[in-house]
């Protein structure tokens, strides 16, 4: 079975599934986040992240990677947050104990197979925006054909600059 590129010790092998968040997932999911970089970098209290992680998963599309019942990480993104016409995807983040085991890829897949099935069509554009000094997700993003459009020096917090990148996303097998 090969749906995950390498298998962790922790992780079975029945392979990871990805599922809608539910309100009482929202503790998990903040924990996840506040122990990333991003996650403290961006919101300045745990009780901040909480309650905002709480609201994405009311409101917004929320979904997780689950590994034989834990949350190994999550997707959030808006459906027209982009110009209010485009998708948005607002975050994607792995527990930094299932990092790069293809969880965060597999999660970008699932979402734009998302951003097809909401627009109604066989071809759709997703908009994200990445810290300049996020190497890691930039690659990641790089690697499945996003392409950075522009820098947004300080968009979040002062002395941070962000890059806003695209990507047309196609169904599978169409030019
Ligand atoms: C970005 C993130 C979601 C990637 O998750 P992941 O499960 O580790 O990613 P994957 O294993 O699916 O990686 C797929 C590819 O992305 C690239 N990549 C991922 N993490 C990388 C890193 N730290 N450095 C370099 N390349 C990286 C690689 O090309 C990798 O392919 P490879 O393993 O065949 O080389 C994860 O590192 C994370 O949660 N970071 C903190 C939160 C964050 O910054 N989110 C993005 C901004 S919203």
Known sequence: MKLLQKISPDLNESGTRIISARPE???????????????KRYYPTFSMLKKAVAAGIR???????VNGGTIC???WFTAKGAFALYPYLHIVVVDDHYRKLGIGKKLLDYYEEECLRLGGGLKGRSYLVVSEDNVGAQNLYSSMGYKMVSELPGLFRKGFNEILMTKTILKAGKK
């Open 25 to 39: 997932d929202s503790e998990r999911c903040s924990e996840i986040l506040y122990g990333s970089t991003l996650g």
């Open 59 to 65: 409101n917004d599309h929320f979904f997780l990677a």
């Open 73 to 75: 990480g999550f997707i």
